[in-house]
């Protein structure tokens, strides 16, 4: 374009624009676009436990479903499962990868779990 004939307005212009007058500054960080997921630990991981108590810990992941509950949700059900709700839709709608593996963490979360949807989190298997 610069190689092109140009007025005397044209090339004022462009010098203007090499000379950085008008261009906006790029933030030092680029914004991150998306959504925001919590952090689903793929294995529960514990020292000075034994070998037993580890493997009955990663088979049934009560223990790690009622850490995520306190630390990310404050211990409200119900946001965890509009999080599995809308994680869901933004991957049918949005068709996002990003929101299948989420849904995906959540439904594998939910599913190896053995002692909660019969004794501690009943209702929220029940929603």
């Known amino acids: 374009m610069d190689r092109a004939p140009q007025t005397d307005m044209e090339r004022r212009l462009m010098e203007q624009l090499r000379e950085d007058k008008f261009a906006k500054k790029a933030p030092a960080q680029p914004e991150r676009r998306g959504c925001y997921y919590t952090t689903i630990p793929a294995s529960v991981k514990h020292r000075n436990i034994s070998a037993d108590e ?64 019969l004794h501690t989190r009943t209702q929220m298997f029940v929603k």
Request: net charge negative.
């Open 54 to 117: 580890l493997t009955l810990l990663n088979l049934d992941r009560t223990s790690l479903l009622e850490t995520v509950l306190a630390k990310s949700y404050q211990g409200q059900e119900d946001l965890l499962l509009g999080e599995l709700q809308f994680s869901f839709i933004a991957f049918m709608m949005g068709q996002s990868l990003e929101a299948f593996m989420q849904w995906k963490a959540l439904v594998s979360l939910l599913l190896s779990c053995s002692e909660a949807p």
